[in-house]
């Protein structure tokens, strides 16, 4: 029967670096026939156990009867080594299970950060304003290392905008502005047996100005008949609905308003050239001035009245003047006035009643027809 073995390890400490290389030695009184030893590492968390080695040949001591078998094992270390327990067993074949064994460990290993990686949630191609979001920044150490994040070489301070979760590994905030467009660093920090570790990266966000659609406004049904000229049809969950096409309803809008504006803005013009003709019927219809007068005899008794002023009126087919006595207030109404000679010997020829002038006249027909 195997004896318990002999194991040790070289450096003796079981706080080491990540790629230190250890000498595992094993050594035991294995007996008869064909004894061995095996060297083997374990994780504290599994019941699985790694053959690093075993002794290939046997020394034979025939003074005390036994036979030993040695192994010296030079091993290179991992940060996957860590919280690993080393061990030795001896064996021959009477030796039932479990064999004799001897263990080192558990082996803390140092290192520093690992490769870093990123996780973004939500995972999107580009983000909007007001999206929230949370970047973690995934990286391994031993002794447990420290985070911290920059955004575009400016360090991210934890305040109203910025929250930090999980040792600041992970940094949440809402998109406020385009311009956080940008790259956002993440720095993982330790030290190694006084020796400063650290790995940096980065991961770009793309933030992008949001196309906002009108949600349609759905109404009933136009599986069986079709929608009104402002609706239009689309499927919403297997069922055809009308909806309400918002901009073509902004357009029927500003098209009306056009057409209003267009029939204001032509009555206006309309409106101004009338009240423009009418300034210049009344310029032309009105001539006094001072110290003008006409004389005008009357065919009776052929006296003759002196009129300060005169007003005229012209209608179109059928001239008609009105003549005011501003002095008596009498007015006589003339259809037209002979342009000829009145009677034979009487009065003089009338030519125009012209601003400025002055006519007498012997005697004035009422009604003649020209």
Known sequence: MADIPEFSIQPANTTLEEYSAVNLSCSANVGRPRGMVTIWK???SSDERIQLGSSSSSVTDNRNCSVYANLLITYNLS????DFIFSCTSKNIHTNDPAPSIEVGPITILYGPSKISFEVR???THYYVEDDIHLTCISDGNPRPTFRWKFNSTDIMENRKYSFLNGNATVGFVIQYLNESGNYQCYVENYVNEKYMIKNDSITLTVKEQNIIPK???TESCFRGACSFIEKCYENENTAVCSKDIWRIISIF???LSLIMGMATVSLCVLLKIQKQ???YIKDGVNSGDGEGRNYET???RETHTYPSVTQAVTVGLEERNYESLSNGMTDTYSSIDERALRDGEGAHYESLGSGETHTYSSIQSNVSI
């Open 42 to 44: 374990q994780s504290i």
């Open 79 to 82: 940060r996957s080594d860590h």
């Open 122 to 124: 939500p995972n999107h």
């Open 216 to 218: 349609p406004i759905a």
């Open 254 to 256: 500003f098209i009306t």
């Open 278 to 280: 009418r300034k210049g």
């Open 299 to 301: 065919l009776g008794s």
